[in-house]
């Protein structure tokens, strides 16, 4: 059996553990979206804050979603 160290991810807004899942087709580590933590659910908790509104304007996504 293959031994697989990962590594192991504190919420960056309430501290809890995360870990990833291995993805057994392309052997990537995912990482949860949003903090494992029901009262936390952070989408932020592996990112830094982000600090330009724009960069979240729906408006702006959705015209990149269409192409
Ligand atoms: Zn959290």
């Given at each position: 059996?293959?031994?697989?160290?990962?590594?192991?991810?504190?919420?960056?807004n309430c501290g809890t553990i995360q870990w990833?899942?291995?993805?057994?087709?392309?052997?990537?580590?995912?990482?949860?979206?949003?903090?494992?933590?029901?009262?936390?659910k952070s989408p932020y908790w592996n990112k830094?804050?982000?600090?330009?509104?724009?960069?979240?304007?729906?408006?702006?996504?959705?015209?990149?979603?269409?192409?």
């Amino acid at each position: 059996m293959e031994e697989i160290t990962v590594e192991i991810r504190r919420c960056r807004n309430c501290g809890t553990i995360q870990w990833p899942r291995l993805d057994a087709k392309t052997k990537t580590l995912l990482w949860p979206n949003v903090c494992k933590n029901q009262k936390c659910k952070s989408p932020y908790w592996n990112k830094e804050r982000v600090r330009d509104p724009a960069i979240w304007d729906p408006e702006r996504k959705k015209k990149q979603m269409q192409g």
